[in-house]
């Protein structure tokens, strides 16, 4: 148990729709990141957080966005789902911002029918 | 950021060592060397990492060389638990960008 807890576990939903993913990074960690894992390609970095402020962005589509809260868990929104959006959806936490290890939730798995 | 080089993919037998290299020609001076795997159907899951100095862990250990141009991840004995892609990152800022890395096979 890396102690990052990533909900919902597994998430159906249809084209058009939005969602929310939602990660509760380790106790004590101030920065949280988000990848995409689709079947056919490899852990895409998405966006990182630290303390609440974006402090880098990666290839994370403009229909996306995430936020992270004063408690710092952290919530990525999908939005206008397609079908390529189906995928696992990683959170992962580290103490400080560049150097650290990180350490990942289970993942979120959605599908877009 | 500076890239990093690994085999697609490595075989190993059950209970062998096993020697996971990392290429990271244009390293810089203060970037980490971290290591990652990812069991099937499992999230990464950190392994190690070091700057300059070898290092070990219950894990595993990692080999750094003088000029850090290249290291080696080391698993002393394997096991099929293993089997997993590993993945070798530097790391020196805000983002942590993952590779294409190398799958290990484990053979009993």
């Known amino acids: 148990d890396s102690g990052v807890t990533q909900t919902p576990k597994h998430l159906i939903t249809a084209t058009g729709q939005r969602v929310t993913l939602r990660c509760s990074p380790r106790?004590?960690?101030?920065?949280v990141y988000w990848y995409q894992q689709s079947l056919d390609q490899g852990l895409q970095f998405l966006i990182q957080?630290?303390?609440?402020?974006?402090?880098a962005k990666g290839n994370i589509l403009e229909r996306f966005s995430a936020q992270q809260f004063p408690d710092l868990h952290s919530e990525l929104n999908l939005s206008s789902l397609e079908l390529g959006d189906s995928a696992l959806y990683f959170c992962?936490?580290?103490?400080?911002?560049?150097?650290?290890?990180?350490?990942f939730g289970e993942g979120s798995r959605l599908t877009v029918l | 950021d500076a890239k990093t080089t690994q085999p697609n993919s490595m075989e190993s037998n059950e209970e062998e060592p096993v020697h996971l290299p990392c290429n990271h020609s244009?390293?810089?001076?203060?970037?980490?060397i971290h290591w990652y795997r990812q069991l099937p159907s499992q999230g990464p899951e950190y392994v190690i990492h070091?700057?300059?100095s070898n290092v070990n862990n219950r894990m595993a250990s990692l080999a750094i060389a003088e000029d850090r141009k290249s290291s080696t991840l080391i698993l002393h004995r394997a096991t099929l638990r293993d089997a997993a892609v590993y993945y070798c990152?530097?790391?020196?800022?805000?983002?942590?960008?993952f590779g294409a890395g190398t799958r290990l096979t484990v053979k009993p």
């Open positions: 992962a936490s580290s103490v400080e911002g560049r150097t650290g290890e990180l350490f």
């Open positions: 106790s004590g960690d101030l920065s």
């Open positions: 957080y630290y303390n609440g402020e974006e402090r």
């Open positions: 244009t390293i810089s001076g203060t970037d980490y």
């Open positions: 070091g700057l300059t």
């Open positions: 990152i530097l790391r020196n800022n805000n983002d942590m960008r």
